[in-house]
């Protein structure tokens, strides 16, 4: 049985606002607080699916203005994450989350995102979000200031236009330089321990 649940909105399911379906223990930290405080009024949304009652996936989203990336666009919502877990392939929940998505956000105008390529992190490659059907349109080679300094990434905006003559969405790079804090789990976390404001460079 699948069921996909509201977490914003059901509160005994509160626990997956503050962590996603990795093995990650379940705490409150700061900056995520700081994030929904924001991103909630803002129109955040987030949803797990339940496949026989265990959560196997999630999705992430919000109107530009409230996402977790600093994304730009009039009419535009942003999907901060999703992600399906291993052992629940082959079912096609990531194209059902997608479309979950896509009924709720109404008459937007697209929707924006980011993927990887060449980075060490399983989560939000680029195949995957062309599999969802976003289209690369800007992208930035950069490594790490700290860890592994030697590698270097492909990071991508990625975009899924709903309307004709829609207006892609534009990336702050500078402030993408710095990372991110709204997931703990997000493979481009910005750790406060680092004492760095910019955690990426340009390779």
């Not at 223990?25 to 803002?42: D, N, Q, V």
């Not at 996936?57 to 990336?69: K, M």
């Not at 600093?70 to 942003?78: A, E, K, L, S, T």
Request: net charge positive; with cysteine.
């Amino acid at each position: 049985m699948i069921e996909i649940v509201d977490v914003v909105h059901r509160p005994e399911f509160e626990r997956y606002l503050w962590k996603c379906i990795s093995p990650m223990p379940y705490r409150r930290y700061r900056k995520r607080g700081e994030y929904l405080k924001r991103a909630i009024p803002g129109g955040l949304r987030k949803e797990i699916l339940l496949l026989n009652g265990d959560a196997v996936g999630q999705i992430e989203y919000a109107p530009a203005e409230a996402s977790g990336y600093p994304i730009r666009g009039r009419g535009i919502w942003v999907m901060n994450c999703i992600w399906v877990l291993r052992r629940a392939g082959g079912r096609r929940l990531g194209k059902l989350l997608m479309e979950r998505m896509l009924r709720s956000i109404g008459d937007a105008e697209g929707v924006a995102t980011i993927a990887l390529e060449g980075h060490h992190s399983p989560w939000m490659k680029l195949w995957q979000m062309e599999y969802l059907g976003f289209k690369p349109i800007d992208h930035r080679r950069l490594r790490h200031r700290v860890k592994r300094r030697d590698i270097c990434f492909t990071l991508h905006l990625m975009w899924m236009p709903l309307r004709p003559g829609a207006r892609p969405p534009e990336m702050d790079w500078a402030e993408m330089l710095r990372g991110v804090d709204f997931c703990l789990a997000h493979p481009l976390y910005r750790a406060e321990s680092w004492g760095l404001d910019v955690v990426y460079e340009t390779c």
